[in-house]
């Protein structure tokens, strides 16, 4: 069989006719937007929002997590700064809880360990408030995502009339 023009322009109607359809779409869809505003209103409501109740503790685990060493660090910085600031002042009156224990160099050391790990933990907050965010409206997308074990293809021609006339098109 040769194949001439005309049947690569007849192949070529035919199949730009066509209309794909990865799924099923007739199903109610999650919205992503709803479910990230959810969560980005109480964590953990865009996940409850797509029926993923077991992200819930995770998320919680991880803020809670964040805040208790954004709170620990916190607590040491001002310590250490505090502890720094009665050293260095001159007055012979005023005396830290670190004498003997750290020189003034170490304090400084201390204090700045404990701001870079405060701010730290502040980005680790963040980062897991985003990430719970982002998640919940991933996860609304995916929802109505076949994942069955049937990956198999199955065309079937069709043909519609519509004001053109005739229109013949494969189904995939």
Same mark, same amino acid.
């Given at each position: 069989?040769? @194949?001439?023009?005309?049947? @690569?322009? *007849? %192949? @070529?109607?035919?199949?730009?006719?066509?209309? *794909?359809?990865?799924? /099923?779409?007739?199903?109610?869809?999650?919205?992503?937007?709803?479910?990230?505003?959810?969560?980005?209103? %109480?964590?953990?409501?865009?996940? *409850?929002?797509?029926?993923?109740?077991?992200? #819930?503790?995770? +998320?919680?685990?991880?803020?809670?997590?964040?805040?208790?060493? *954004?709170?620990?660090? $916190? $607590?040491?910085?001002?310590?250490?700064?505090?502890?720094?600031?009665? !050293?260095? =002042?001159?007055?012979?009156?005023?005396?830290?809880?670190?004498?003997?224990?750290?020189?003034?160099?170490?304090?400084? +050391?201390?204090?700045?360990?404990? !701001?870079?790990? !405060?701010?730290?933990?502040?980005?680790?907050?963040?980062?897991?408030? +985003?990430?719970? #965010?982002?998640?919940?409206? #991933? =996860?609304?997308?995916?929802? /109505?995502? =076949?994942?069955? =074990?049937?990956?198999? %293809?199955?065309?079937?021609?069709?043909?519609?009339?519509?004001? $053109?006339?005739?229109? %013949?098109?494969? $189904?995939?």
């Amino acid at each position: 069989m040769k @194949f001439t023009p005309q049947i @690569f322009l *007849i %192949l @070529f109607c035919f199949l730009s006719f066509s209309s *794909i359809k990865a799924q /099923d779409l007739s199903q109610s869809i999650q919205s992503p937007k709803k479910a990230a505003i959810l969560s980005a209103a %109480l964590p953990g409501l865009g996940q *409850i929002y797509n029926k993923k109740y077991w992200k #819930v503790p995770i +998320i919680y685990a991880g803020l809670l997590t964040s805040a208790y060493y *954004i709170n620990d660090n $916190n $607590n040491r910085y001002k310590q250490y700064k505090e502890a720094y600031i009665i !050293r260095i =002042d001159n007055n012979p009156n005023t005396t830290d809880n670190y004498v003997g224990e750290y020189s003034s160099g170490d304090l400084l +050391i201390l204090k700045d360990f404990y !701001r870079r790990n !405060r701010e730290i933990s502040i980005l680790c907050f963040v980062g897991t408030y +985003i990430v719970n #965010v982002v998640d919940a409206s #991933v =996860d609304a997308h995916l929802f /109505d995502y =076949d994942i069955s =074990d049937d990956i198999s %293809l199955h065309i079937t021609p069709t043909s519609t009339t519509d004001f $053109n006339g005739l229109t %013949l098109s494969l $189904n995939l």
